[in-house]
């Protein structure tokens, strides 16, 4: 049972980047995902949610401007980030609860930067 998180990078204000999170080990149609991200000195922070029935919710910082999205035939979840800023920098991590507990991913850095 595993998430594995993918496409962070370094980009520009306002540019966009993609992040993937692969699914594997569960039946993941069935479950909601989270996009959380945490930086160096500051909590973690929830981005987005998508539950089963692709019902989608966004932090207030997000809205408008990033899209969750899942792919149930490749156990995948996206997250469409546009119109990026500086305060975006962060670690992103992919989320769900299973058998009970909280399942993360190992992360992936986003830097928006000059």
């Known amino acids: 049972v595993q998430l594995v998180e993918s496409g962070g990078g370094l980009v520009q204000p306002g540019g966009s980047l993609n992040l993937f999170c692969s699914a594997s080990?569960?039946?993941?149609?069935?479950?909601?995902m989270r996009w959380y991200r945490q930086a160096p000195g500051k909590e973690r922070e929830l981005v987005a949610y998508?539950?089963?029935?692709?019902?989608?919710d966004y932090g207030d910082s997000v809205k408008g401007r990033f899209t969750i999205s899942r792919d149930n035939a490749k156990n995948t979840v996206n997250l469409q980030m546009n119109s990026l800023r500086v305060e975006d920098t962060s670690k992103y991590y992919c989320n769900t609860i299973y058998d009970g507990r909280d399942l993360w991913g190992q992360g992936t850095q986003v830097t928006v930067s000059t």
């Open positions: 080990g569960f039946t993941f149609r069935n479950y909601f």
């Open positions: 998508i539950n089963a029935d692709t019902n989608t």
